[in-house]
DNA sequence: AAATTATGTAACTTGCAAGTTACATAAGGA
DNA sequence: TCCTTATGTAACTTGCAAGTTACATAATTT
């Protein structure tokens, strides 16, 4: 019947739980400078690159990521869903939006460092 | 140079690391309903009263939930702190969403209201 | 003061997520 | 066609997060 609220929990729950990983974490923020093949994403993490194909696929199921064959190579990049997904979640506990901007102020500057 | 901006992603990851468990997110959706003791926590749960309360410390040092004493009761309660994290973090990876929370905090500075 | 209640912590165990190696597949290039 | 490149997956191993039991502590109650 309503498998369409079910299923939309487990999606929220797929993110979260993807999200809980620092590795995976670290794959996002590489993305965020631009898509990039599977294998120079590997080519960045000192873990093998299987180890790293496995975190692309739970952040595919989670949809965090998505990706695209180019011929032999297959292109990952952030996929809007999965965060959207995330704040959702996270806003069934603050709704309002009021008393984040101080915050996200003050740390939209620099980051670059790594 | 300050090593606050250097801490602040330590807490953030407190944050995301603590949200990718669900007995944690399962206690946080517990507590979006109300204060709680520690006991009346644990009792919701399949698991040992030691595990909530290990739970608990996580949530806690990822401020996403505060607590007090009140004699011999701890009370639980949400953190907007840490939610406030999480959803920074989040921001971070799409620049227009930080470009609409800073056009409302320039619209609702000087109202106070909230 | 002794018993009870509520909680946190220490020490240990264990289940599973995250790692590894070995292999399969598929697309180009020589 | 065979070789190389790029990737995903299967099967196995392992490190550590999450669980357990036992204990310590502190605030009430009798």
Redo the contacts between chains.
Sequence with gaps: MHEAAASLYDEQ?LV???????VR?AI??LL?EGELPAGRIAERFPISRPAVSKHLRLLSQAQLVSHEADGVRHIYR?N?AG?DR??VW?D???P??????????E??Y??GNG
């Design positions: 729950d979260m739980e993807a999200l809980g990983n620092d974490r996002l923020r965020a952030l809007r965060f995330g704040r996270l069934q506990f603050w309002d939006a009021l008393g984040r901007f101080k915050l996200l102020a740390n939209t620099e980051r």
